[in-house]
């Protein structure tokens, strides 16, 4: 077994009183796609906010590519990091908003050039070149020169995507990328992320409701529920034969939704 | 006889108002210029306070609080007389002019500050999370993400403030300014007639701001087509 890529031991996240996540164990080997299912509330996003940095941890561990996420070493002891240890730390990850979060002021290229000039230092044009591969990935290269409010969601989301993949993650985060989507929209972004799943050895960790989806792309699908991982298998194992009731329930209510 | 120009009290009303009118426009010219710079002044040391109160030191916020509060709750005239008679008492010795339109801008950026603040606040959540995400440092995150977005999005409200800035710039008659009030109260002075002078003083300050306002709204409709939302 190789390493797992992200580990999380015993990682706990509380808010305020409300314990979101408890001792929460998972882990995701490299170039694994995982797919996180389960009821809202269950501390789905909350796992990709604190691989992403953007939510602290109450308790735990959170190891990426082995190296602890939130700690650093300090004389054989874990201590709180450093943002020097988060920024380095942040550039293995890429993550794809729900509601997109472009920069509205800046044309797509911008927004898609920007991070990689100052944080990684490349010169304009290389930039530039980087980014103009990308929109051709995504299926966006005329729309370069426009503003995210020109574009349609699911345009906006393929540039969110983009935007995330500028960076070169080892890991990219989806959180729920197709629910802010018209339904008409949600096919275009599942197949840009499905090409990337196909074409490249990148790990990938998504949070969805979109389960045919889900079972399409997926090596493993996690069912999240009350801060715990309930049920874990492959697509088959899962979606076909669920062990737990609790699983069941919450398949047939969303099965029968969509 | 006012900026070497005479008036004419002798054909009635008409020939009486057009006569000094000239007067009034030379006023009025000191009354924009006063205005601009004065907006000028708030509109730059509002966003400095603005920046610095949003800092996340303490020992940086709060002295920026504090100069808000003080420079919003005295009065405009107390802050014009300090410039302009304690100031040269330490050697800082400013035109009349120059010293109105600063008491006018620092007075206004206390307020400017605010909307400012509220502007950078409304910035949604996501967008400092996108930044954080893509390891934008949090200094470039604010001047390129944040402040751009937050700018545009209060210029009408900066511009209302102008509207006030034009209307307050009579106080600095009082430091001897020649701005439009003081220009028509020198006339009624000299003429015994105050009817006509003030009058117009009232129909061009009408114009003016209704032209200012005008303005302003222009911006408010021309901006979202830059790509930024405002709403």
């Known amino acids: ?258 | 006889m006012l900026f070497g120009l005479a008036w004419n009290t002798a054909h009635g009303e008409a020939a009486f108002a057009l006569s000094i009118l000239p007067m009034l426009l030379i006023g009025l010219l000191v009354t924009i210029e006063a205005s601009v710079v004065g907006f000028f002044v708030a509109m730059v040391f509002g966003l400095v306070l603005a920046v610095l109160k949003s800092a996340p030191l303490r020992i940086v916020s709060w002295p920026a609080t504090f100069v808000t509060e003080f420079l919003r709750d005295t009065p405009l005239l107390v802050q014009l007389f300090f410039l302009y008679y304690v100031l040269p008492e330490y050697g800082i010795v400013l035109p009349a002019f120059l010293t109105g339109a600063l008491a006018l801008g620092l007075q206004y950026s206390a307020y400017t500050s605010e909307v400012y603040r509220a502007g950078i606040e409304a910035v949604p959540r996501g967008q400092h999370e996108a930044a954080k995400a893509l390891d934008i440092p949090p200094r470039r995150t604010f001047t390129h993400i944040v402040l751009p977005q937050a700018v545009p999005r209060v210029v009408p409200a900066l511009g209302n403030y102008l509207v006030s800035i034009m209307k307050d710039v009579p106080v600095l008659s009082v430091v001897t300014v020649l701005e439009m009030l003081n220009v028509a109260k020198i006339i009624g002075d000299q003429t015994f007639d105050y009817l006509v002078p003030l009058s117009m003083v009232g129909a061009l300050y009408l114009i003016l701001t209704l032209l200012a306002s005008s303005l302003v709204r222009m911006l408010d409709v021309s901006l979202p087509k830059r790509g930024i939302p405002l709403r």
């Open chain 1, 1 to 258: 077994m190789t390493e797992p890529i992200i580990l999380f031991d015993k990682v706990v996240k509380k808010f305020g009183e409300f314990v979101v996540l408890n001792e929460l164990d998972f882990h995701v080997e490299p170039g694994e796609k995982v797919t996180i299912i389960g009821p809202s509330g269950s501390g789905k996003s909350t796992v990709l906010r604190m691989l992403m940095t953007l939510e602290t941890i109450s308790g735990g561990v959170i190891y990426v590519g082995g190296q602890p996420l939130w700690h650093e070493k300090k004389n054989g002891n874990l201590v709180p990091a450093g943002q020097a240890h988060l920024r380095k730390m942040r550039t293995q990850l890429g993550m794809v908003f729900q509601q997109f979060n472009l920069f509205p002021h800046m044309t797509v290229l911008r927004n898609l050039t920007e991070a990689p000039r100052v944080v990684l230092g490349l010169s304009q044009q290389e930039a530039r070149e980087r980014a103009e591969e990308l929109l051709k990935l995504v299926g966006l290269t005329e729309h370069a020169g426009k503003f995210p409010g020109q574009l349609s969601g699911g345009q906006q989301q393929r540039v969110g995507i983009a935007r995330a993949l500028a960076m070169r993650p080892k890991i990219m985060l989806f959180d729920e990328p197709t629910s802010a989507l018209d339904p008409e929209l949600v096919g275009e972004v599942l197949n840009v992320i499905r090409r990337l799943a196909e074409e490249h050895d990148l790990t990938m960790l998504m949070v969805t409701h979109e389960m045919r989806f889900a079972r399409e792309i997926s090596d493993r699908v996690c069912f999240f529920d009350r801060g715990k991982i309930r049920e874990q298998g492959t697509p088959e194992e899962l979606f076909t034969a669920p062990k737990e009731e609790r699983t069941r329930e919450f398949l047939r209510a969303v099965l029968e939704d969509g």
